[in-house]
């Protein structure tokens, strides 16, 4: 079922070579046909991530994918169009989207072809255009709650907290019942997760010395297990908040790996786009106020600018506008 008159033609941000945020490039483009198990979407907004630069720099690039490569794993907008197999969304429908296996081009550009099965309604309380720069980090999160399994009133310490995957995980360990002490970058940072519902928020980039006090006075029999949205001496110091036999759980591609060491359970994970696991997201969204944290919006053709601004530091997500 097709929704209005579809182009044959879209604007897109694609690349014919790897390398820097140079070789990507705004060119005009074939809409791509839907298969039977498919959705066609005509995209509003575009989260960008590390991943799309990973991809860009040709060390992550998605299983059958051909040059010229439209990147974007991450995306929201209007389903136009769904293949006769499409039970879960509809034509009409806002939704988002995580997919990093799609060979037929990614969220950059006007329109995406994508499973069906990567795709979910944009939950109430999330403005549509931020839904776009949610779903991998928001899913990566969830994963890592699931490896963790923490009962409710359990402490979870978030060192990355005021980022893209961290800030989100904030929000939904609170949904589990957690009590969150939330490891953040500068005061701004902190401001933020304060702002979203952390029991403890402390800057990472103040003295350790005092961040660990405040942890054990929070929690003076130890956090159950740390989230590490990175690595490095700081999360490995903040080990030593840990009860005996905690856990410390990190994202595949986090470098470098937070170490080992007696009486701690290093344990990695990483996001499963699914219909189970979006469901779950949704429902964890929906069970009150829910933020997607924009640090800078960008339209598709300031992509480059974007691609530069992901070296640097900021707090939450990067967006295309696309629509």
């Known amino acids: 079922m097709v929704d209005g008159d579809v182009p044959e033609r879209m604007q897109a941000a694609a690349f014919d070579e790897f390398g820097g945020p140079e070789v990507i490039t705004l060119r005009k483009l074939p809409i791509p046909e839907v298969a039977d198990d498919e959705v066609l979407i005509k995209v509003l907004s575009a989260g960008v991530g590390v991943w799309d630069a990973y991809e860009r720099q040709g060390t992550f690039v998605p299983e059958g994918s051909s040059l010229p490569i ?16 499409v039970s879960n969304v509809a034509v009409g429908e806002l939704v988002y989207v995580s997919a990093t296996t799609r060979p037929k081009g990614g969220c950059y550009a006007e329109y995406t072809v994508v499973k069906a099965e990567y795709a979910a309604k944009v939950p109430a309380g999330v403005p ?76 990472g980039h103040g003295d350790l010395d005092d961040v660990l006090a405040r942890i054990r006075d929070a ?88 691609h530069k601004r992901l070296q640097t530091s900021y707090l939450g997500k990067l967006l295309l506008t696309v629509a």
């Open 128 to 203: 549509a255009e931020h839904a776009g720069a949610m779903p991998t980090d928001a899913l990566t999160a969830l994963a890592g709650l699931d490896t963790l399994s923490l009962s409710a009133g359990s402490w979870l310490l978030i060192f990355g907290a005021s980022g893209g995957q961290g800030h989100l995980a904030v929000q939904l360990a609170k949904r589990q019942g957690l009590n969150v002490i939330a490891v953040a970058s500068g005061a701004d940072g902190v401001a933020l997760v304060t702002r979203l519902g952390a029991d403890i928020s402390l800057d």
């Open 70 to 85: 439209v990147p974007g794993s991450d995306g929201a907008g209007t389903v136009i169009a769904v293949g006769s197999k």
């Open 219 to 306: 929690a003076p029999a130890g956090v159950d297990a740390i989230l590490a949205m990175a690595g490095g001496a700081t999360v490995d110091r903040l080990t030593e908040a840990l009860v005996d036999g905690g856990v410390v759980a990190y994202a595949h591609g986090v470098q470098p790996e937070p170490s080992e060491r007696n009486g701690v359970v290093v344990r990695a994970y990483d996001g499963e786009s699914n219909p189970r696991q979006l469901q779950r997201l949704n429902e964890l969204i929906e069970a009150g106020p829910f933020v997607v944290h924009v640090a800078e919006t960008f339209p598709l053709g300031k992509v480059r600018e974007a």
